[in-house]
């Protein structure tokens, strides 16, 4: 017998030996005692994904901005206003694991960011913005400190989230070849939903928009997963299921036809090549930082460019863009020196008047702009610690080891690609749902499965 084992000689009761036999045990109807089923541990008796983290996930893919008195919410936005108060108490009592210095490094974040918003732009225009960034900030983080707590919580939700991006990749395709935008117009037969952004065709070939608000965004949020559904799904899918999953996902991004999610894409494959043929080698990290400073100081002082200007202008479709973009940095940059203390809030930005588009394509440098030094440093460094501490955390086993390295290298990607793009939106709320999710590796101080259980199958002594 495979699938199961006996608790005790003699006994007719079944006990599930794994995590991934208590699965196969479940389907195939068996069932054991109340003393059997308190044997496993908490992560094997959790089937299914807690309903806030569903309907937070499938919000960001619903494109409707539903009429709410005078405002009109998203449905992402509304299921974080209802979780972001129980998800904060839950905090507060211990129940996403030890308080970390990034917990309160993001709640500083948000308070600066609204004062300095009521500095700038006075306290009538100040009360929804500052609202919006609360609520998609902490909203997002803490709902995935609170409700991902295991590496099964974990990789049920890389799973869910890979699923719908493969269940959008017909529509996709058909948006890819014929321009029409098939998500938004069907959604936007029941309410209002984000406009149709009509842009030239790359190669022949339309932008994909799909449910977000542009095709940036429609590739970095697909793009985000390859490493996730390659990695973080181990022991829910045999190597093959996760190599045609990370794919499907990975080419779904594609479709997106813009330059800083395809970088992405090419960097996460890089790092899981990496990670794939130096696995045996323990310092790998290590000398891919040194080869990366290496690097870094070639361009320095052997390039006319700064890192930041050959990063830029290399890693886009048009050489024009590449070069709008380092413009941008220039002119940002100085903003920030002007303004340091409370940024510009939601105010233009001093530019050329040859520089008519008002966006800034620097998620990090936007930061600094809008709310100031100080913001930025609170959130940059809020993301450092729980990133490094992350990276430091070792001994693990190898699910929660895998979990680990996925999460980190879609983050390190966020960071690299937030340098070309802006984040908005779902995708905001989504980079903070998925560098919440990743905490709990810091709370993994033993085998994923209990010692009791461990010492109950006679696998320690």
Same mark, same amino acid.
């Not at 036809?257 to 960097?267: H, N």
């Given at each position: 017998m495979n699938a199961v084992t006996r608790s005790q000689p003699g006994d007719a009761r079944l006990v599930p030996r794994t995590l991934k036999e208590a699965d196969d045990a479940r389907r195939s109807g068996i069932r054991g005692t109340k003393r059997d089923k308190a044997l496993l541990p908490p992560e094997a008796k959790q089937e299914r994904l807690a309903w806030p983290l569903k309907l937070f996930l499938i919000g960001l893919m619903v494109p409707w901005a539903i009429p709410i008195g005078p405002l009109a919410l998203s449905v992402?936005? *509304? $299921?974080?206003?209802?979780?972001?108060? &129980?998800?904060l108490l839950a905090w507060l009592r211990g129940r996403a694991g030890p308080k970390r210095l990034a917990d309160f490094g993001f709640l500083l974040f948000c308070s600066w960011a609204a004062i300095a918003f009521f500095v700038v732009q006075g306290v009538e225009e100040s009360i929804e913005p500052a609202g919006i960034l609360f609520i998609e900030t902490m909203g997002a983080y803490m709902l995935a400190r609170v409700c991902i707590r295991t590496p099964q919580d974990f990789s049920?939700? $890389?799973?869910f989230v890979a699923k719908a991006i493969v269940c959008m990749m017909p529509f996709a395709i058909y948006e890819w070849l014929t321009g029409t935008n098939l998500i938004l117009l069907m959604f936007g037969t029941v309410y209002k939903t984000e406009t149709i952004v009509v842009m030239p065709p790359r190669m022949g070939l339309w932008r994909v928009q799909g449910p977000f608000s542009h095709t940036i965004l429609f590739?970095?949020?697909?793009?985000?997963?390859?490493?996730?559904a390659g990695m973080a799904t181990i022991g829910r899918l045999s190597p093959k299921a996760r190599v *045609?999953? %990370?794919?499907?996902?990975?080419?779904?991004?594609l479709l997106s036809?813009?330059? %800083? &999610?395809?970088?992405?894409?090419?960097?996460q494959l890089m790092l899981l090549m990496w990670n794939k043929t130096l696995g045996g080698f323990a310092?790998?990290?290590?000398?891919? #930082? %040194?080869?990366?400073?290496a690097g870094y100081l070639l361009i320095e =002082?052997?390039?006319? /460019?700064? &890192?930041? /200007?050959?990063y830029i202008s290399h890693f886009t479709f048009e050489q024009q863009t590449g070069w709008y973009r380092i413009w941008i940095f220039d002119y940002g940059s100085a903003s920030v020196a002007n303004h340091p203390l409370f940024g510009i809030g939601l105010g233009d930005w001093e530019r050329p008047v040859w520089m008519p588009e008002s966006s800034v394509d620097n998620f990090w440098l936007l930061m600094a702009m809008r709310h100031g030094l100080p913001a930025f440093l609170l959130?940059?460094?809020? #993301?450092?610690?729980? #990133? =490094?501490? $992350?990276?430091?955390?070792?001994?693990l086993d190898p699910t929660v080891d895998a979990c680990r390295i996925a999460y980190l290298i879609c983050m390190t990607t966020f960071v690299f690609v937030g340098s070309t793009v802006h984040f908005w939106g779902a995708v905001y709320a989504w980079f903070f749902f998925l560098g919440g999710s990743g905490v709990w590796i810091l709370d993994t101080t033993r085998p994923t499965l209990s010692s009791k259980y461990r010492r109950f199958q006679g696998r320690e002594p």
């Open positions: 992402y936005r *509304i $299921v974080l206003l209802i979780a972001v108060i &129980p998800c049920r939700m $890389v799973l590739g970095t949020f697909c793009g985000s997963m390859l490493a996730l *045609i999953l %990370a794919g499907l996902v990975g080419f779904t991004a036809m813009s330059s %800083a &999610p395809i970088g992405g894409l090419l960097f310092g790998r990290w290590k000398l891919l #930082w %040194a080869i990366v400073f =002082f052997g390039s006319n /460019q700064t &890192p930041v /200007q050959f959130m940059t460094l809020s #993301w450092l610690h729980i #990133w =490094f501490s $992350v990276a430091k955390h070792k001994s």
